[in-house]
């Protein structure tokens, strides 16, 4: 008797933590870890990790975040909040692991550390940083410089055209015309929002998490062989040459299928009353 008492309560213990709901809806909906990996393209290992709240496992907050929100897509859980709680989860163990503040006297001499130490911890902080920076530089896309200087490829083809003679209509279909032509398409996230790329059978081949005012130039194979899906399009902000082509789709609504084709993002903003506005002066650079 007393057995059956405690066991609820180690059942509501156990779940706790956002990979143990994740591990659940697997077990309910009949799936593998295998099924998981194949369905989100996700090595079984870091899926492991999440269902074991174990972030240490994975490379990075930003890839626990975009992991645990693609495992719940595959399990028919809310994504968005499977992010949240995990973002919180991250916060918590970051503060857990955070040393606890232990006073001495510095005029001891046995709780100084030595100059030796000091210099140890100062060179290993400085490697440490400079790997980071190098990680940083290697990851960021694209490349601020590649993108002013496609920026200015773009603005030298544009050949100057006369107005004269030429109707509302024609002068709209020559500045989509120009703009279709020579454009990159970058993708900016407004806030946190994670963003995936279909194959022509629809099946999501790669994806990517954009933090807040990061940007993501779309490769000109990415564009030929995929479409965009995204299921928060008023965090994304999709730009064709410098311009805006305004939501992509209603808030907080699954959106798939979206054509990367520059013209073809232009006509879907015009096709939806919201030509695309010109872009203001880019920065010198």
Partial sequence: MADEDVAPEQGE??????????????????????????????????????????????????????????????????????????????EEDAYGSRPLYEAYEPTDPARLPTARLTW??????????????????????????????????????EAPQSD???????????????VAANAPVVLTGVSEVWIGFDDAKGKTENWRTLDAGETYQVPPEYIEQFTLRTSIPQALKVTVGGRDI??????????????LKPADLVARAEGNGAPAPAAGPRPKG
């Fill in 120 to 157: 140890t911890l100062v060179i290993v902080t400085l490697l440490l940083a400079s790997a980071y920076g190098v990680w940083r530089f290697l990851s960021v896309e694209p490349d601020e410089a590649l993108i002013a200087a496609q920026n200015r490829a773009a603005d030298a083809s």
């Fill in 246 to 259: 305004g939501p992509i789709g209603p808030a907080d609504t699954l959106v798939k299928n979206v054509s």
């Fill in 164 to 178: 004269a003679g030429a109707t509302p209509a024609t002068k709209a279909a020559t500045g989509q015309s120009a």
């Fill in 13 to 90: 213990l156990a779940i706790t933590r956002t990979g143990d709901r994740l591990r659940l809806a697997r077990e309910a909906a009949g799936l593998s870890l295998a099924d998981v990996a194949t369905r989100t393209r996700i090595t079984q290992r870091h899926l492991a990790a999440i269902e074991k709240s174990d972030y240490s496992e994975l490379p990075g907050r930003t890839y626990v975040t975009g992991f645990a929100r693609a495992y719940a897509r595959a399990v028919d859980l809310p994504e968005a909040e499977i992010g949240s709680a995990i973002r919180h989860e991250l």
